[in-house]
């Protein structure tokens, strides 16, 4: 933990030292003069260690200028963030991560308070452990700043309702998922629909490949099941079968092979023809 620290009150000197000053100055004439206040004040050592912690956990720029620090009723409510965040298993190596992706987290106007409904949600709703929620925190930060009640929560039920499991695992997919809003994965679900399958089956291909909801419609899900139908003369009905077919390079590994197999007049499912690798694949159809 990071200790908050205030300026010390000043001690007034007891009556016996100012006597005994009296007396040595009053018998102590050629005694030089005592010298002048300084012209400034210094800050207390430990606002200066906080600042120094700050910046080394990238929370405060380094090359903050000094002459103009921050004062330490700022620092209060920052401390008190990177505090919480240590008790929920976060280590200093993680701060500058933090810092970066959501700096408001560590606004002077920043509470902690703001943030404790989603570790709540993490825990309660998605069951998650203290290093899970800690690491789906660190590969998407930005959960943070969400809503449980109004986004996290209902975006939880919808995935679940679409049979998407394991939410809790801490992987960089679930932890964008967690935060994306129903309106966004709702897309992906139309455009399958739109492609001729039912909504049970479009649900059935998103938890078979929750990165669709990851893929651009216009740039990745559009071209892709064009090239099936128009240049690879297959029906969508393959994609029910094997909706990783969406997760293949078009460019890259789809095109080729496909060229490479009608060339020879060969026909094969979309699983023998993508999954294999190259070795394995040219030398089965040279």
């Not at 030089?32 to 600042?51: A, K």
């Not at 976060?90 to 933090?98: G, K, M, N, T």
């Not at 700096?103 to 404790?116: G, M, R």
Request: charged letters at 25%; hydrophobic letters at 35%.
């Amino acid at each position: 933990m990071l200790p908050i620290h205030s300026p010390p009150n000043p001690t007034l000197p007891s009556l016996s030292s100012l006597i005994k000053n009296h007396h040595s100055l009053s018998f102590s004439s050629s005694s030089p003069p005592p010298p002048p206040p300084p012209l400034f004040r210094r800050f207390p050592t430990s606002h200066r260690e906080n600042l120094r912690c700050l910046k080394t956990l990238k929370i405060i720029n380094p090359q903050t200028n000094p002459k103009h620090p921050q004062s330490p009723q700022t620092l209060t409510p920052v401390l008190s963030t990177v505090n919480f965040l240590k008790s929920k298993g976060f280590s200093d190596p993680d701060f500058p991560r933090l810092a970066f992706l959501c700096p408001q987290l560590f606004s002077p106007k920043f509470s902690h308070s703001q943030i404790e409904p989603v570790f709540d949600f993490l825990t309660s709703d998605l069951n998650a452990s203290i290093e899970e929620s800690h690491k789906l925190v660190l590969y998407c930060p930005q959960i943070l700043l969400s809503n449980a009640e109004f986004c996290l929560r209902p975006t939880l039920a919808y995935l679940r309702e679409l049979g998407l499991q394991k939410l809790n695992s801490p992987t960089n997919l679930n932890a964008h998922l967690l935060n994306t809003r129903i309106g966004k994965l709702e897309e992906k679900i139309w455009f399958l629909r739109g492609l001729g399958l039912s909504r049970d089956e479009s649900a059935r291909v998103c938890a078979r490949l929750p990165a669709i909801f990851g893929y651009s419609v216009e740039k990745n899900l559009g071209p892709k099941s064009e090239y099936l139908v128009r240049e690879m003369k297959r029906e969508i009905e393959e994609l029910k079968v094997f909706p990783q077919y969406f997760g293949f390079s078009l460019e890259k590994r789809i095109v080729p092979r496909h060229l490479h197999l009608k060339q020879r007049k060969v026909e094969v499912s979309l699983k023998r023809m993508l999954t294999w690798r190259d070795e394995r694949f040219y030398a089965k159809w040279k």
